[in-house]
């Protein structure tokens, strides 16, 4: 695609409830970033992927958090038992690697009523 | 580990005036550092990168930044904003040797007035 996807673009769920939330890089990004950003804050990192294993989880928060990219191209975040706390907009970027430019995705805004 | 300072979380300026958006990094290592934009309504884009080599950095849009190592920083400065310009603004580290994690400041609100 001409850029990195995010699906879907809202999820709205119950305290205590499961979701999964997509993301389609450029295609041959084999690095592909996680991000989370509250209201008024920069995107925190939550995970980085090289290929298809996580080269870096030190973002995730806790064990709620996982995040998978199997075939190194699209890569789910997962969160488990979602908390009040877990609402943002969590941002996927993308790039060649090295210190080329990530490109990002437009996010998912997550809200846990 | 790195962090991001941005000391302005809001500057209104008027179309036509120069600007200044403060940044200061701290990190225990060497650094790249970077300036991202939030436009409203879409995704955050790459303006400038330092890497190494010359510590004045010219990016997309007429944005230019220049690298202190010993004032760890890295200001973002343009000499004559158009409205257009009205973004949010984010500084962001990466600490050269380890991680490919880049390190986010809480972003800068541009806004340009006529």
């Known amino acids: 695609g001409a850029g990195v996807s995010q699906t879907p673009s809202n999820k709205v769920t119950e305290k205590g409830k499961y979701v999964e939330l997509r993301c389609d890089p450029i295609s041959g990004h084999t690095a592909l970033y996680w991000y989370r950003q509250s209201l008024g804050q920069g995107p925190e990192f939550l995970i980085y992927?090289?290929?298809?294993?996580?080269?870096?989880d030190s973002g995730l928060p806790n064990d709620r958090f996982f995040a998978v990219r199997p075939e190194g191209s699209v890569s789910t975040l997962k969160i488990q038992r979602t908390e009040r706390g877990d609402s943002a907009v969590y941002l996927c970027a993308s790039s060649l690697g090295g210190n080329e430019k990530l490109f990002f995705g437009s996010g998912t805004q997550l809200s846990v009523l | 580990a790195q962090s991001v300072t941005q000391l302005d979380s809001q500057v209104p300026v008027f179309e036509e005036a120069p600007v200044e958006l403060r940044c200061n990094y701290s990190s225990s290592v060497s650094v790249y550092l970077f300036w991202y934009v939030q436009y409203p309504n879409q995704g955050l884009q790459l303006l400038l990168k330092?890497?190494?080599?010359?510590?004045l950095v010219k990016g997309i849009n007429g944005f230019e930044a220049e690298f202190n190592k010993s004032q760890t920083s890295f200001h973002l400065r343009k000499p004559s904003v158009h409205i257009s310009d009205t973004a949010e603004y984010f500084c962001a580290v990466k600490g050269q040797g380890g991680s490919e994690k880049l390190v986010f400041g809480k972003g800068t609100k541009l806004t340009v007035n006529p």
């Open positions: 330092y890497l190494s080599g010359s510590t």
């Open positions: 992927f090289q290929g298809t294993g996580a080269a870096d």
